[in-house]
């Protein structure tokens, strides 16, 4: 079984290299008017650059998988500031399409919990739209929209998952079919469990992202690795990459749902035998705050483990 690695946008090893500087809004209505858009466009343009810096390193460190910031364009989506946020930067866009396509790398953004579609209001359902529009504007500037994916959770419960979750699917409709076509949906820690999720992802013929830290944190007795694993492999099934799967481990027993600086082997050990039966091939993200220190530590870990063999830098065979 062969299992790929990656981390999320930023690598600490980089000096000053963050791809998510940002500009609040009381901040740009104190600049002056003249001032606003180019102060917008200097902060994008040093992301993307930082964007590219990152996308470096994991191409010299051999790790295939990337997780783009959400974060790139300040005020992308406030009502307040219409501006162009992709022609003054088509070069730099392009540029980092390019790159991801020439040495096979996989990517992906991942929205904040406020960009959902489970709620009875309609404001909150538009904010969801335009957010997952503005992140397919900027992979369609990279040419990467027919590859790279969005990942959401379901949303709230408030009170009544049912309806939630026909309003889910009633509110996905506002979606165009090329920005659905690239969405992945992601079991939660607290709210909605991986058999919840893969239901609403079987429905709507969408891959499933496991999380296994929300697993463990947001499951039922007769949710097991062995029967939730297959179903979750076969919402990939139509599609020409291998299923992903979110990497984490509690902080500690007290802070269960905070992600730990780095993974705890001992802690992924039972998915890894259940993926190592299954025998097919995966894809591992690697959300621990230490990022790319904690995924290289991590591969490193793995690769110890008798009868793993690491073919690369950021992929082993078990």
Not at 31 to 39: G, M, Q, T, V
Request: glycine share 4%; proline share 5%; charged share 25%.
């Amino acid at each position: 079984m062969r299992i790929r690695f990656g981390y999320v946008s930023h690598a600490l090893s980089l000096w000053d290299a963050t791809p998510a500087k940002t500009m609040t809004y009381s901040r740009y209505q104190k600049l002056d008017e003249k001032d606003r858009i180019p102060e917008l466009e200097r902060i994008t343009k040093t992301n993307l650059q930082h964007t590219i810096r990152n996308i470096h390193y994991n191409i010299a460190h051999e790790l295939p998988l990337y997780r783009f910031s959400s974060s790139i364009v300040p005020l992308a989506t406030h009502d307040e500031v219409p501006w162009d946020y992709i022609t003054p930067f088509q070069s730099l866009y392009e540029e980092i399409g390019k790159l991801v396509r020439t040495h096979g790398l996989r990517t992906s953004f991942h929205p904040n919990q406020f960009t959902l579609f489970t709620s009875d209001r309609p404001h909150v359902t538009a904010n969801a739209v335009k957010d997952m529009e503005y992140h397919y504007a900027m992979m369609h500037a990279m040419d990467l929209h027919e590859e790279s994916h969005i990942n959401l959770h379901v949303g709230g419960a408030y009170g009544d998952k049912e309806k939630s979750v026909a309003r889910f699917h009633e509110n996905l409709k506002e979606l165009t079919a090329p920005i659905k076509k690239q969405m992945t949906l992601e079991n939660d820690d607290k709210t909605y469990t991986t058999t919840e999720t893969l239901q609403v992802c079987e429905k709507e013929q969408i891959p499933m992202m496991f999380d296994y830290h929300h697993y463990m944190a947001n499951h039922t007795e007769d949710e097991s690795l062995e029967t939730l694993l297959p179903r979750f492999y076969e919402t990939w099934s139509h599609m020409n990459v291998p299923p992903k799967i979110h990497i984490s481990s509690p902080k500690t027993e007290k802070e269960y749902r905070s992600h730990s600086d780095y993974v705890d082997l001992n802690f992924i050990r039972p998915l890894l035998k259940e993926l190592k039966s299954l025998g097919e091939p995966v894809d591992f993200m690697i959300e621990a705050k230490a990022k790319d220190r904690a995924v290289l530590s991590l591969i490193e870990e793995i690769s110890s483990i008798r009868g793993v063999k690491r073919i690369a830098g950021g992929e082993v065979n078990m």
